[in-house]
Protein backbone atom coordinates (compact mmCIF):
# COMPACT_ATOMS: atom_id res chain seq x y z
CA UNK A 1 0.00 0.00 0.00
CA UNK A 2 1.07 3.64 -1.00
CA UNK A 3 2.08 5.40 2.45
CA UNK A 4 0.10 8.87 2.38
CA UNK A 5 1.81 12.09 1.58
CA UNK A 6 3.67 14.06 4.14
CA UNK A 7 2.09 16.93 6.26
CA UNK A 8 4.48 19.37 4.61
CA UNK A 9 3.21 17.64 1.29
CA UNK A 10 -0.56 17.54 2.28
CA UNK A 11 -0.16 21.10 2.68
CA UNK A 12 1.32 21.55 -0.81
CA UNK A 13 -1.92 19.34 -2.23
CA UNK A 14 -4.35 20.78 -0.54
CA UNK A 15 -3.18 24.82 -1.76
CA UNK A 16 -3.26 23.53 -5.05
CA UNK A 17 -5.31 25.30 -7.44
CA UNK A 18 -8.87 23.83 -7.44
CA UNK A 19 -9.40 23.96 -10.69
CA UNK A 20 -5.79 23.83 -12.67
CA UNK A 21 -4.00 21.68 -9.89
CA UNK A 22 -1.34 24.02 -10.03
CA UNK A 23 1.24 23.95 -7.95
CA UNK A 24 3.08 26.30 -4.91
CA UNK A 25 6.20 25.03 -3.17
CA UNK A 26 9.60 24.40 -2.69
CA UNK A 27 11.46 22.54 -5.23
CA UNK A 28 12.74 19.52 -2.92
CA UNK A 29 8.58 19.38 -2.15
CA UNK A 30 7.56 19.52 -5.84
CA UNK A 31 10.50 17.34 -7.10
CA UNK A 32 8.78 14.96 -4.08
CA UNK A 33 5.98 14.80 -5.42
CA UNK A 34 6.49 14.24 -9.06
CA UNK A 35 8.89 11.28 -8.07
CA UNK A 36 5.15 9.39 -6.34
CA UNK A 37 3.64 10.34 -8.87
CA UNK A 38 1.06 12.82 -7.74
CA UNK A 39 2.54 15.73 -9.41
CA UNK A 40 4.08 16.59 -13.03
CA UNK A 41 5.90 18.99 -14.33
CA UNK A 42 4.83 20.97 -17.66
CA UNK A 43 7.70 20.30 -20.39
CA UNK A 44 7.11 24.20 -21.46
CA UNK A 45 8.54 27.34 -19.41
CA UNK A 46 7.58 28.40 -16.71
CA UNK A 47 7.79 24.85 -16.24
CA UNK A 48 4.69 25.11 -13.33
CA UNK A 49 4.23 21.58 -11.44
CA UNK A 50 0.25 20.38 -11.51
CA UNK A 51 -1.65 17.55 -10.08
CA UNK A 52 -2.00 14.58 -11.62
CA UNK A 53 -5.04 12.13 -11.45
CA UNK A 54 -3.89 10.18 -8.60
CA UNK A 55 -3.04 14.34 -6.87
CA UNK A 56 -6.05 14.88 -7.41
CA UNK A 57 -7.87 12.27 -5.44
CA UNK A 58 -5.38 13.01 -2.48
CA UNK A 59 -6.72 16.59 -2.68
CA UNK A 60 -10.29 15.51 -2.38
CA UNK A 61 -9.74 12.72 0.37
CA UNK A 62 -9.97 13.75 3.96
CA UNK A 63 -7.16 13.42 6.40
CA UNK A 64 -6.91 10.65 8.45
CA UNK A 65 -9.09 10.88 11.10
CA UNK A 66 -6.21 9.04 13.84
CA UNK A 67 -4.26 12.35 12.81
CA UNK A 68 -3.67 14.50 16.43
CA UNK A 69 -2.46 17.48 14.83
CA UNK A 70 -5.08 19.92 14.85
CA UNK A 71 -3.37 22.44 12.94
CA UNK A 72 -2.43 19.96 10.33
CA UNK A 73 -5.94 19.13 10.05
CA UNK A 74 -7.28 23.13 9.90
CA UNK A 75 -4.82 23.12 6.97
CA UNK A 76 -6.89 20.60 4.97
CA UNK A 77 -10.28 22.26 5.16
CA UNK A 78 -10.89 24.34 2.41
CA UNK A 79 -9.92 27.63 1.53
CA UNK A 80 -12.77 29.06 -0.07
CA UNK A 81 -11.64 28.88 -3.75
CA UNK A 82 -13.51 28.83 -6.69
CA UNK A 83 -16.10 26.47 -6.81
CA UNK A 84 -18.59 26.14 -9.79
CA UNK A 85 -22.55 26.51 -9.40
CA UNK A 86 -24.39 23.16 -9.69
CA UNK A 87 -27.55 24.69 -9.00
CA UNK A 88 -29.90 25.19 -5.79
CA UNK A 89 -27.51 27.56 -3.66
CA UNK A 90 -29.30 28.69 -0.83
CA UNK A 91 -26.98 32.24 -2.07
CA UNK A 92 -23.87 32.58 -4.66
CA UNK A 93 -22.52 35.61 -5.62
CA UNK A 94 -23.35 37.60 -9.31
CA UNK A 95 -22.51 40.27 -11.16
CA UNK A 96 -19.17 40.99 -12.85
CA UNK A 97 -16.58 39.97 -10.15
CA UNK A 98 -18.53 36.30 -10.59
CA UNK A 99 -17.96 36.32 -14.32
CA UNK A 100 -14.84 37.30 -14.44
CA UNK A 101 -14.35 34.25 -11.93
CA UNK A 102 -15.93 31.74 -14.12
CA UNK A 103 -14.25 32.68 -17.24
CA UNK A 104 -10.97 32.53 -15.43
CA UNK A 105 -11.79 28.94 -14.16
CA UNK A 106 -12.85 27.71 -17.56
CA UNK A 107 -9.74 28.91 -19.45
CA UNK A 108 -7.35 26.93 -16.64
CA UNK A 109 -9.69 23.96 -17.18
CA UNK A 110 -8.82 24.42 -21.06
CA UNK A 111 -5.44 24.59 -20.65
CA UNK A 112 -5.57 21.87 -18.28
CA UNK A 113 -6.70 19.77 -20.92
CA UNK A 114 -4.42 20.95 -23.24
CA UNK A 115 -1.57 19.91 -21.02
CA UNK A 116 -3.20 16.14 -19.61
CA UNK A 117 -5.06 15.02 -23.14
CA UNK A 118 -2.59 12.66 -24.81
CA UNK A 119 -2.93 14.47 -27.99
CA UNK A 120 -2.88 17.96 -26.15
CA UNK A 121 -6.59 18.41 -27.36
CA UNK A 122 -9.07 21.27 -25.94
CA UNK A 123 -12.44 20.33 -27.81
CA UNK A 124 -13.04 17.05 -24.91
CA UNK A 125 -12.80 16.72 -21.25
CA UNK A 126 -9.71 15.45 -19.49
CA UNK A 127 -8.94 13.60 -16.75
CA UNK A 128 -9.98 15.99 -14.09
CA UNK A 129 -13.45 16.11 -15.51
CA UNK A 130 -14.02 12.52 -15.29
CA UNK A 131 -12.78 12.61 -11.37
CA UNK A 132 -15.24 15.67 -10.95
CA UNK A 133 -18.11 14.95 -12.98
CA UNK A 134 -20.90 17.35 -11.26
CA UNK A 135 -18.18 20.70 -10.85
CA UNK A 136 -16.80 19.75 -14.43
CA UNK A 137 -20.46 20.00 -15.67
CA UNK A 138 -21.37 22.87 -14.04
CA UNK A 139 -18.56 24.89 -14.87
CA UNK A 140 -19.28 24.58 -18.29
CA UNK A 141 -22.62 25.24 -17.87
CA UNK A 142 -21.90 28.77 -16.50
CA UNK A 143 -19.20 29.47 -18.90
CA UNK A 144 -21.51 29.15 -21.27
CA UNK A 145 -23.59 31.72 -19.68
CA UNK A 146 -26.50 29.20 -18.26
CA UNK A 147 -28.42 30.49 -15.35
CA UNK A 148 -28.09 28.19 -12.57
CA UNK A 149 -30.97 27.55 -10.18
CA UNK A 150 -31.23 30.01 -7.78
CA UNK A 151 -33.42 30.77 -4.51
CA UNK A 152 -36.01 32.97 -6.57
CA UNK A 153 -34.78 32.34 -9.74
CA UNK A 154 -35.08 29.14 -12.24
CA UNK A 155 -32.26 28.02 -13.63
CA UNK A 156 -30.20 24.60 -14.25
CA UNK A 157 -29.44 21.77 -11.66
CA UNK A 158 -26.46 19.39 -11.63
CA UNK A 159 -26.92 16.27 -9.88
CA UNK A 160 -25.11 13.13 -9.57
CA UNK A 161 -26.44 9.84 -10.67
CA UNK A 162 -26.01 6.29 -9.95
CA UNK A 163 -23.70 6.06 -12.99
CA UNK A 164 -20.21 6.04 -12.54
CA UNK A 165 -19.51 8.26 -15.97
CA UNK A 166 -22.69 10.37 -16.10
CA UNK A 167 -24.04 13.30 -14.42
CA UNK A 168 -28.45 14.59 -14.27
CA UNK A 169 -29.04 18.04 -15.43
CA UNK A 170 -32.35 19.59 -14.90
CA UNK A 171 -33.70 22.89 -16.48
CA UNK A 172 -37.22 24.26 -15.76
CA UNK A 173 -38.36 24.22 -19.28
CA UNK A 174 -38.28 22.31 -22.77
CA UNK A 175 -36.80 25.38 -24.00
CA UNK A 176 -33.90 25.39 -21.21
CA UNK A 177 -33.17 22.05 -21.37
CA UNK A 178 -31.82 22.53 -24.79
CA UNK A 179 -29.88 25.39 -24.35
CA UNK A 180 -27.85 23.32 -21.77
CA UNK A 181 -27.61 20.36 -23.67
CA UNK A 182 -25.95 22.63 -26.75
CA UNK A 183 -23.66 24.39 -23.83
CA UNK A 184 -22.43 20.97 -22.76
CA UNK A 185 -21.93 19.74 -26.46
CA UNK A 186 -19.74 22.35 -27.64
CA UNK A 187 -17.67 22.07 -24.23
CA UNK A 188 -17.43 18.32 -25.55
CA UNK A 189 -20.01 16.45 -23.57
CA UNK A 190 -22.56 13.59 -24.64
CA UNK A 191 -25.86 14.18 -24.02
CA UNK A 192 -29.38 12.25 -24.15
CA UNK A 193 -32.75 13.12 -23.10
CA UNK A 194 -34.48 11.55 -20.95
CA UNK A 195 -38.20 11.13 -18.63
CA UNK A 196 -38.29 10.49 -14.97
CA UNK A 197 -40.68 7.50 -14.21
CA UNK A 198 -42.27 8.93 -11.97
CA UNK A 199 -42.90 12.53 -12.47
CA UNK A 200 -42.61 12.43 -16.37
CA UNK A 201 -40.12 15.00 -15.90
CA UNK A 202 -37.64 15.58 -18.43
CA UNK A 203 -33.82 16.08 -17.60
CA UNK A 204 -30.91 15.15 -19.58
CA UNK A 205 -27.58 12.51 -18.88
CA UNK A 206 -24.72 14.18 -19.43
CA UNK A 207 -21.28 12.64 -19.86
CA UNK A 208 -17.75 14.00 -21.18
CA UNK A 209 -16.84 12.81 -24.72
CA UNK A 210 -13.96 10.27 -24.93
CA UNK A 211 -13.01 10.88 -28.71
Not at 61 to 76: G, I, K, Q, S, Y
Not at 122 to 147: F, K, N
Amino acid sequence: MTRPPTAAQRRVIDAADPVTGRLRGTEAQLTALVRRGLAFRHPRPPHDHFLTPAGHRIREAPEPLARTEPVAAAAAEPTGGFAARVGGEESAETGPARAREVHSAWQGLLELRRMTNPDGATDRPCGWERAHLVRAAALALEAAGQPPEGPDTPGYRVRATPQPDAVAVHAPESKGLQACAAALERAGWQTGEYTEPRTRTRYLLASPRRV
